[in-house]
């Protein structure tokens, strides 16, 4: 999406105005960083790779993998405690049948 030049300008004036508003606001910060807070904060609570696509609009997931994918959480260790989770379920009705594990 193209921005006309004269709107990025008006929008540049609200953000140097409203920079001088916001109390600690690191040097340099730009709109640009709100829509990386944002993605960060959606990552942070759990939002998966097509949800964060769609907030900011990227044209497809790999951008958003490119882009923030450092962000997710490790999942290694959640599907190692799943697979544990289901052996020890499996495993649990045989050891209550015969009293001792197989």
């Known amino acids: 999406m193209t921005v ?18 916001v109390q600690d606001l690191p040097t340099g910060f730009r709109f640009h960083d709100l829509r990386h807070y944002l993605a960060s904060l959606l990552i942070a609570s759990g939002a998966d790779v097509k949800v964060v696509q769609a907030r900011l609009r990227h044209a497809s997931a790999k951008t958003t993998l490119d882009t923030y994918g450092h962000l997710w959480p490790d999942s290694d260790e959640s599907t190692r405690a799943a697979i544990d989770a289901v052996i020890a379920a499996r495993t649990e009705p045989r050891q209550n049948q015969t009293g001792t594990a197989r």
């Open 4 to 21: 006309p030049r004269s709107a990025r300008g008006s929008f540049e004036r609200a953000m140097r105005k409203a920079r001088g508003k």
